[in-house]
């Protein structure tokens, strides 16, 4: 785990419902303001397939 923040539930709810749209990593991470890594193994953590860059 790196040194930002928890995940909060909102940021969470942010980052599935972001992630189903189909929206881009590199998108989701600026709107989230987390690093793309961080955004990555949240993903992954909640085992949903990262979408892919556009």
Do not use: N
Not at 22 to 48: C, E, F, Y
């Amino acid at each position: 785990m790196d040194a930002q923040s928890p995940w909060t539930l909102e940021a969470v709810q942010s980052l599935v419902a972001l992630a189903k749209e189909g929206v881009p990593m590199s998108i989701i991470s600026l709107k989230l303001k987390r690093s793309i890594v961080d955004v990555r193994a949240k993903l992954h953590d909640l085992g949903i397939t990262a979408p892919a860059e556009a």
